[in-house]
């Protein structure tokens, strides 16, 4: 599960290679969602560089965060698994 705040944004793996979405989003609270059609996305990365490398530190960032979750579920009993999870998931909901 991830968290996203304002000014932040999903869907840009699909947007890039054009596979189905490989999750789904839910707002908690009400806000504003634009969409971007994928060759306006790819004009915009190529126009862009800025955006490109953000995206590159996102996508890097997420990597790095799935691979610290694997090896905190493969390294744990359930029980703190799942404890550890939950806690992390409350550490990044705090101000």
Request: charge should be positive.
């Amino acid at each position: 599960m991830q968290i996203l705040g304002k000014n932040e944004f999903f869907g840009e793996m699909s947007a890039i290679d054009g596979l189905p979405r490989s999750a789904d989003v839910r707002c908690r609270t009400p806000g504003e969602i634009a969409e971007l059609k994928q060759t306006d996305f790819e004009r915009l990365l190529a126009n862009e560089p800025q955006l490109t490398l953000r995206l590159l530190k996102l996508f890097t960032a997420r990597l790095r965060q799935t691979n610290q979750r694997l090896e905190d579920f493969s390294t744990t009993t359930p029980t703190n698994s799942r404890y550890s999870a939950a806690y992390k998931v409350s550490e990044s909901l705090k101000p």
